[in-house]
């Protein structure tokens, strides 16, 4: 099956994983599930000697089906993240002209209006609040605003057309900072999936290798393939550098 099929054909079970059983990778993912694909053929070597302890070959065959699914999940969060990356980088770019021409829209109602205290006043309620959501906000009120009461504004040389605007960018707006935010296609709900995934198939890892250590306790040429490589590679760095310490 493709990644995308196994990740369907696990995804249920991947999803009723507890929140507070889920772990996230401890090792790059894309090394883990390396691991689990080599553990696969490893043991499929030894299905006959793990079967006495209860590893099956249908077992074993579950492994590349599981890390299928973590590596579709995987590609998941990463799309998501990055998509958020962008939209954040986006939006630093068109902040700033987006408070400018708010503020510039401001300053036209409070001329034109300055002789109708209730319209002054409805200026200064929708100046109110300085977060982004509220110039998003400002920028459809003063949409509204000037629509209703476009005399006034025609009578200093102010072009309506900016009024069409601002309606359409707090529209675009609040969708680039519901994604810059993770709001939209949420990265963190992706990363989640991806976690539970990786939870899903480290289980079925760990019982394999578990297994195979026990079995093959007395044989050193089988034993090494039940042990992560990249832990035994991190492990012998570690010896190294405390040697270098101590001469």
């Not at 579709?72 to 408070?99: F, G, T």
């Not at 906000?137 to 072009?159: C, H, K, M, W």
């Not at 976690?195 to 289980?203: G, I, P, R, S």
Request: glycine share 4%; proline share 3%; charged share 30%.
């Amino acid at each position: 099956m493709s990644n995308l099929e196994d990740y369907n054909a696990r995804l249920s079970d991947i999803q009723a994983i507890p929140d507070e059983e889920t772990r996230e990778p401890g090792i790059p993912v894309d090394v883990f599930l390396q691991e689990a694909e080599n553990l696969h053929y490893w043991s499929l070597d030894d299905a006959a000697a793990l079967a006495v302890v209860g590893i099956t070959t249908d077992t074993i065959n579950d492994l590349p089906v599981r890390a299928g699914a973590c590596r579709e999940a995987q590609s998941i969060w990463n799309k998501d993240y990055r998509s958020q990356q962008e939209a954040q980088k986006q939006w630093a770019e068109q902040a700033p002209e987006a408070y400018a021409f708010r503020d510039d829209l401001l300053a036209s109602l409070r001329f034109a209006y300055r002789k109708d205290d209730a319209l002054l006043s409805r200026v200064n309620a929708i100046s109110e609040g300085s977060s982004h959501a509220d110039m998003i906000q400002d920028l459809n009120d003063i949409s509204v605003l000037g629509r209703e009461y476009p005399a006034p504004l025609t009578a200093i040389g102010f072009d309506l057309a900016q009024l069409d605007l601002a309606a359409t960018r707090a529209d675009e707006l609040a969708d680039l900072l519901a994604e810059a935010n993770g709001d939209k296609s949420d990265p963190n709900y992706s990363k989640t999936i991806r976690d539970k995934a990786y939870t899903h198939l480290k289980a079925l890892v760990d019982e394999i290798r578990e297994a195979g250590k026990y079995v093959f306790r007395k044989d050193k040429n089988r034993l090494k393939g039940y042990s992560s490589e990249y832990w035994r590679k991190q492990n012998r760095k570690t010896s190294n550098d405390n040697s270098e310490a101590t001469e």
